[in-house]
Nanobody, 123 residues
């Protein structure tokens, strides 16, 4: 069983930056692929980024590539999402997710999900 707790959301001006964190419980964190999804009001949940268990492979949605960076620290059981150059269409609840396979994570079928953290961007 893995529990995920996101933090770091908040209000930021367009063009600004935020770093989201996702702290995971459980001794198997380092064996899981991790991902970030987001969901804005009235929209479907969408994939943002993912990272392999080792951190050696990362994946990004086209709309965040070059602006967002996903990373992990297995010693701290934490995955991060550095968000730069935030745009007015980035606001959403951002969710952390985990599972043993990166494809499962990227497709949104992971077993473990956090409660989400709200990101708001003012123009």
């Amino acid at each position: 069983q893995v529990q995920l707790v996101e933090s770091g959301g908040g209000l930021v001006q367009a063009g600004g930056s935020l770093r989201l964190s996702c702290a995971a419980s459980g001794r198997t964190f380092s064996s899981y692929a991790m991902g970030w999804f987001r969901q804005a009001p009235g929209k479907e949940r969408e994939f943002v980024a993912a990272i392999s268990w080792s951190g050696g492979i990362t994946y990004y949605a086209d709309f965040v590539r070059g602006r967002f960076t996903v990373s992990r620290d297995n010693a701290k059981n934490t995955v991060y999402l550095q968000m730069n150059s935030l745009k007015p269409d980035d606001p959403a609840v951002y969710f952390c997710t985990a599972d043993s396979g990166s494809l499962t994570v990227r497709e949104g079928h992971a077993r473990y999900w956090g409660q989400g953290t709200q990101v708001t961007v003012s123009s």
